[in-house]
């Protein structure tokens, strides 16, 4: 076979989720698959994550915007290269292709109602280009992947597409997630605590941010330890715009706002942590989830969307609306030696069901059906 993958992204510096996905599989069927031969097409970048094996090669697209560079870039790269097939690994895909298409869907929550406005006109751009994008593509594909049985049943319902097109394929971690011993020199660059809870903040309402805030404030109220508060990924401003509107502001000095860390740092963020907030309101997976397992770190997490079926029945799974419940299992953990060391041992035990591996082999077996 002669497959297409696209990897927009993966060369940025700064990279999230979606990206790390694409990454880790592709770095896998590397390992994988030495027959079939694989055409990988980036945008430029600095960060040159990925080499070029015998049988992969990488194309850079030089087109200037994303909108441009997947509806017209990339659909003239396909022209060239003439793959088997294109997998387009992040919800979206050219509208006009000329090969078979794969498409993983990671959510739809562009087709969903929304909690509430998300501060970011970047991410407010990329809701309304998923939202035109995606329904005029999804006929056209041979196979659609998404990442949870949960996000599986909720496309095939909302879209209409059959249960036969839609294929559960989970996502793993990057194995240098793991407890960090000696952490406490990379945890200095962020936060002066040696203990100190963890979040990853984010402007879009489903992550839930304002209830953690909440639930933090009652946390301080009620303990005498008073751990700080670590939020990733937020600016200082806009966590003091959220505190001022909630009328929490005096808790500002128990919080620290670094921004972005990097993703080699975070295994000994983690693995510092009294525990780790996961506490969105809607995911279709959770890497972040077991990447803190996997580090020996103890994880509040939601009851309700994919959560659960990534979380397993072991975790600590609360009621995300409910800032108290938070707050309660912040205490209890804080509180509860044996309750903490129950969950740490879970969660190390839990990952070991996830890897990229097992992502990649489902993948190319998919691949196989697709081009005998």
């Known amino acids: 076979m002669k497959i297409a993958i696209e990897a927009q992204r993966i060369f940025r510096p700064n990279k999230h989720g979606m990206d790390f996905v694409v990454l880790e599989m592709v770095r896998q069927l590397q390992q994988i698959d030495h027959v079939n031969e694989y055409h990988i097409l980036v945008a430029p970048g600095s960060d040159r994550c990925l080499q070029e094996t015998p049988n992969f090669h990488i194309h850079e697209v030089k087109v200037p915007s994303y909108p441009l560079w997947e509806q017209v870039g990339l659909p003239n790269a396909i022209k060239q290269i003439k793959p088997d097939l294109l997998h387009c690994t992040s919800n979206t895909a050219p509208i006009n292709c000329s090969v078979p298409l794969v498409l993983t869907l990671h959510d739809i929550i562009f087709l969903e109602k929304r909690d509430g406005a998300n501060r970011s006109l970047y991410q407010n751009l990329g809701w309304y280009y998923r939202r035109l994008v995606v329904p005029r593509i999804l006929p056209k594909c041979k196979k659609v992947i998404t990442v949870s049985d949960f996000e599986r049943d909720n496309i095939c319902r909302t879209t209409g597409l059959s249960a036969e097109t839609v294929i559960t394929v989970h996502n793993g971690f990057s194995q240098h997630f793991h407890p960090i011993a000696d952490y406490k020199a990379v945890v200095q660059k962020y936060i002066g605590s040696e203990k100190y809870f963890f979040f990853l903040g984010n402007t879009d309402p489903k992550k839930n941010t304002k209830r953690v805030l909440k639930a933090y404030a009652e946390y301080l109220q009620k303990s005498t330890e008073k751990t700080p508060l670590l939020i990733a990924d937020l600016s200082q401003a806009i966590i003091d715009s959220y505190l001022k509107e909630l009328g929490i502001e005096s808790i500002a000095q128990n919080i620290?706002?670094?921004?972005?860390?990097?993703?080699?740092?975070?295994?000994?963020?983690?693995?510092?942590?009294?525990?780790?907030?996961?506490?969105?309101?809607?995911?279709?997976?959770?890497?972040?989830?077991?990447?803190?397992?996997?580090?020996?770190?103890?994880?509040?997490?939601?009851?309700?969307?994919?959560?659960?079926?990534?979380?397993?029945?072991?975790?600590?799974?609360?009621?995300?609306?409910?800032?108290?419940?938070?707050?309660?299992?912040?205490?209890?953990?804080?509180?509860?030696?044996?309750?903490?060391?129950?969950?740490?041992?879970?969660?190390?035990?839990?990952?070991?069901?996830?890897?990229?591996?097992?992502?990649?082999?489902?993948?190319?077996?998919?691949?196989?059906?697709?081009?005998?």
Request: proline content about 6%.
């Open 256 to 372: 620290v706002a670094p921004g972005y860390i990097a993703n080699t740092d975070l295994p000994a963020i983690y693995s510092g942590a009294q525990a780790f907030l996961y506490t969105s309101l809607r995911e279709s997976f959770g890497i972040p989830l077991l990447e803190a397992m996997a580090c020996g770190t103890p994880v509040i997490s939601s009851n309700i969307s994919a959560i659960p079926e990534i979380a397993g029945d072991g975790a600590i799974l609360i009621d995300p609306y409910q800032e108290s419940q938070i707050a309660a299992a912040m205490l209890r953990l804080e509180t509860d030696a044996d309750y903490y060391q129950q969950s740490v041992n879970y969660g190390l035990e839990h990952v070991k069901l996830y890897s990229w591996r097992f992502t990649a082999e489902k993948v190319l077996e998919l691949y196989k059906q697709i081009v005998p």
